[in-house]
Nanobody
């Protein structure tokens, strides 16, 4: 059974850091591009970052550039999102998702409709 499971969310103070993990099972992650999305209450799901199958092409939303770093370990079938200098506006449920090769290179990498499989999400709350 194909499955994505996020972990690593939690409560953190402004300026703090969290590292989210995305564990894949039932399929080989290295055949897919990985995306991270987030959704705050009352808002649309927002593309945060994506990485190509090899990790050679990476995109970030302007709101997280310089603070978040996406990575992957194909040998472990894992994806990661390192989040530094967190702000209250980063509070959301964070999702990992996978899509076909090439999506992350294109201009529509941030569109949720382009992603085929999704995890259940992990809550990130940034508050003092």
């Amino acid at each position: 059974q194909l499955r994505l499971v996020e972990s690593g969310g939690g409560l953190v103070q402004p300026g703090g850091s969290l590292r989210l993990s995305c564990a894949a099972s039932g399929f080989t992650l290295d055949s897919y591009n990985i995306g991270w999305f987030r959704q705050a209450p009352g808002k649309e799901r927002e593309g945060v970052s994506c990485t190509s199958s090899s990790g050679g092409s990476i995109n970030y939303a302007d709101s997280v550039k310089g603070r978040f770093t996406i990575s992957r370990d194909n040998a472990k079938n894992m994806g990661y999102l390192q989040m530094n200098s967190l702000k209250p506006e980063d509070t959301a449920v964070y999702y990992c998702a996978v899509t076909s090769p090439g999506v992350c290179i294109g201009s529509s990498w941030y569109r949720a409709i382009r992603y085929k499989y999704w995890g259940q999400g992990t809550q990130v709350t940034v508050s003092s």
